[in-house]
């Protein structure tokens, strides 16, 4: 089994975020997808970005 602090789960829809949450994850929120800015944000994802690259600081402080 993963540990939940080991699963990040990157979407571009709320659904995934809850899904994120359900996993006791970590949920990523990238835009550009179905959803915009503001329903993601409602999504409490831990992290929301634009581009996928915008997330490597946030990975290098996780597994650090």
């Known amino acids: 089994l993963?540990?939940?602090?080991?699963?990040?789960l990157i979407g571009d829809t709320v659904e995934e975020m809850e899904i994120a949450?359900?996993?006791r994850g970590i949920a990523i929120a990238l835009e550009?997808?179905?959803?915009?800015?503001?329903r993601l944000e409602a999504?409490?994802?831990?992290?929301?970005v634009k581009e996928l690259d915008e997330?490597?600081?946030?990975?290098?402080?996780?597994f650090r």
């Not at 550009?32 to 503001?38: D, E, L, M, Q």
Request: aromatic share 6%; charged share 25%.
């Open 21 to 23: 949450r359900e996993l």
């Open 32 to 38: 550009g997808g179905i959803h915009s800015r503001k």
């Open 55 to 62: 997330a490597l600081p946030f990975f290098q402080e996780l």
């Open 2 to 8: 993963v540990p939940p602090e080991h699963i990040v």
């Open 43 to 48: 999504g409490r994802p831990d992290l929301l």
